[in-house]
Structure formats: C-alpha cells, structure tokens
T-cell receptor
Framework: DTAVSQTPKYLVTQMGNDKSIKCEQN?????MYWYKQDSKKFLKIMFSYNNKELIINETVPNRFSPKSPDKAHLNLHINSLELGDSAVYFC????????????FGPGTRLTVL | SQQGEEDPQALSIQEGENATMNCSYKTSINNLQWYRQNSGRGLVHLILIRSNEREKHSGRLRVTLDTSKKSSSLLITASRAADTASYFCATDKGFGNEKLTFGTGTRLTIIP
C-alpha cells in the first residue's frame, strides 16, 4: 500500500483556471506538508498542518489554500493559476513534527499554459 | 535565502567507486537530514544526524556533521547504478522554528 499518495500525478491547465491536488497518508502521522519544487529542483515548504491545524504558512500567495478535512488528508486548492505556478508539488507527512523523518508522495506535475 | 547548498551540483563516477557530497548551511541547526530523489519520484529519507552528533552510519552511507564549519558530508561507498539520483540535505532549527529547509541538491550519476 502506498504510504503517501497524491492525485493527480499530472495536471495541465490554462492560466486563470482553478485546480485542486489531493493528498492522503495511511501512516497514522499527525503532520502533513505541501512543498513546491521548481524547474531547478529547488524544494520549498509551502504549508504544514498538525492534526488539521495550520502550523506553517510560508509566504505563499493567498491563491493557494490548503484544506485538511482530517489528519490523514491535506488538499491544496489553487485559484487563478499563473504561469509561475508550474512546478512539481509534493505532499509529505511525518509522525509528529518537522524534525521527524518525512515521507513524501510521488508528486504532482502542474503545467500552466 | 536558501539554507543549504550542496557541492558539487553534479557528480559522475564509475560503479564501485565512492561518492562524496557536501552540504553547507548558514545558521545554527537542530538536525540535519539527507534525502534521495530518483528522477520523477518523491524524496526518500536516508539518514538524520543531530547537532550533537559528529558521524553516523547506515549501511553504505556515512554522514558527518561539523557544526563549527556549518557543513555536512554524505559518503556513499561502493556505489551502484541504483544510487543514481539527486541527493538533498535538509536542516531544521528546532525550538519553534521547525520547518525543514532543503539544499540545492547534488545530481549523482553512477556509470556502469
């Protein structure tokens, strides 16, 4: 069974559209994350949730809105997509906090045309 | 600004040789972790070293940490083709500022 899963794996969309990426973990972890990896492979934290509570919110445009319906799920909704949003988005989870080992999903490659 | 920088950016070696990658960071840390990313995949945790540790081993991996120089190295011994991947260091500061900050990565290619 996949520990951290994301859907979809690929997402191609037009500028201005709204899209969502879903993430689920079956590890029983308390903390989940969203990262963005750009074309130069630079990986940066976007959000972190612990037991459905937002604990890290980096300087991300408010077009990005995470939602955690329960501690096993963390979804990412993006409004009014821009060209610069094209990247690979990774979901991850860890048992308690950031200092624990993080388990990453396979990534969602978002291409905005 | 980026916390960690890996050196070299890319490394190609023959299978069976040892590979060494370095990571430098700018501010005091709580823990340092190394992750591997195969092409088109998510990151996989390799090893964690705490700020009060100097060296750690896991199988063919050896990690050192020098907090006075703010640097860490990852040594992979007896490399295999399957080790071909990008390797990232990641640091956290602990104490309420626990986000993981990733380095720029080293692209390792093992030539069979």
């Amino acid at each position: 069974d996949t520990a951290v899963s994301q859907t979809p794996k690929y997402l191609v969309t037009q500028m201005g559209n709204d899209k969502s990426i879903k993430c689920e973990q079956n590890l029983g972890h308390d903390t989940m994350y969203w990262y963005k990896q750009d074309s130069k492979k630079f990986l940066k934290i976007m959000f972190s949730y612990n037991n459905k509570e937002l604990i890290i919110n980096e300087t991300v445009p408010n077009r990005f809105s995470p939602k955690s319906p329960d501690k096993a799920h963390l979804n990412l909704h993006i409004n009014s997509l821009e060209l610069g949003d094209s990247a690979v988005y990774f979901c991850a989870s860890s048992l308690t906090g950031t200092t624990d080992t993080q388990y990453f999903g396979p990534g969602t490659r978002l291409t905005v045309l | 600004s980026q916390q960690g920088e890996e050196d070299p950016q890319a490394l190609s070696i023959q299978e069976g040789e040892n590979a060494t990658m370095n990571c430098s960071y700018k501010t005091s840390i709580n823990n340092l972790q190394w992750y591997r990313q195969n092409s088109g995949r998510g990151l996989v945790h390799l090893i964690l070293i705490r700020s009060n540790e100097r060296e750690k081993h896991s199988g063919r991996l050896r990690v050192t940490l020098d907090t006075s120089k703010k640097s860490s190295s990852l040594l992979i011994t007896a490399s295999r083709a399957a080790d071909t991947a990008s390797y990232f260091c990641a640091t956290d500061k602990g104490f309420g500022n626990e986000k993981l900050t990733f380095g720029t990565g080293t692209r390792l290619t093992i030539i069979p």
